[in-house]
């Protein structure tokens, strides 16, 4: 049995017990939450959220990529949410390597290097602020008074606030 047919089987079970079929589409809660794909990461256990309370938007590192400002834009205009919530941690693989580095070594491998950045960083705290800023400074998402940034604790399960001044 292969981990996709582990996975599969356990939608078998969540399927029997599944009784959330008539939660509303905008998010009760009405907050969308940026966060790292890390698998250690779980924010909906870190931020205490229920399915239906929050949008919940992974890339590697948390960013505010082109892509994560495109689903908080769809998240604010048509669909409620009013505040953001940014979830970087410790010990996350953005800070093991260098954008040019890696490019280099797919190009290598490849021959084609990605049009894409990746957006590594050395520091969690300081691209906290970054990620903040870049939301705050979208023209297309128009809440942004209750942007708040944080880094989780891969150690210790906790979050630590990170202020953009």
Avoid: W
């Avoid at 008539?22 to 939450?33: E, N």
């Avoid at 779980?42 to 990529?65: C, M, W």
């Avoid at 128009?142 to 630590?160: A, C, I, K, N, Q």
């Amino acid at each position: 049995m292969t981990v996709t047919d582990e996975l599969i089987a356990a939608n078998t079970r969540y399927r029997d017990s599944f009784t959330k079929g008539d939660l509303p589409l905008p998010p009760a809660r009405q907050v969308a939450v940026l966060a790292c794909m890390d698998a250690r990461l779980d924010p909906a256990q870190v931020l205490g959220l229920a399915e239906g309370d929050a949008h919940v938007i992974r890339n590697a590192g948390g960013v505010a990529s082109d892509d994560a400002i495109r689903s908080l834009t769809i998240s604010q205009r048509l669909l409620g949410t009013r505040s953001i919530v940014v979830v970087h941690h410790t010990d996350c693989g953005m800070e093991t390597f260098s954008d040019d580095q890696l490019k280099a070594s797919i190009v290598a491998e490849t021959g084609q290097r990605p049009a894409f950045a990746f957006e590594a960083f050395p520091d969690a705290r300081a691209d906290v602020v970054q990620t903040i800023r870049r939301i705050q400074t979208s023209p297309f998402i128009p809440h942004t008074d209750d942007v708040r940034g944080f880094v989780y604790d891969v150690r210790t399960g906790s979050l630590e606030e990170v202020f953009a001044s």
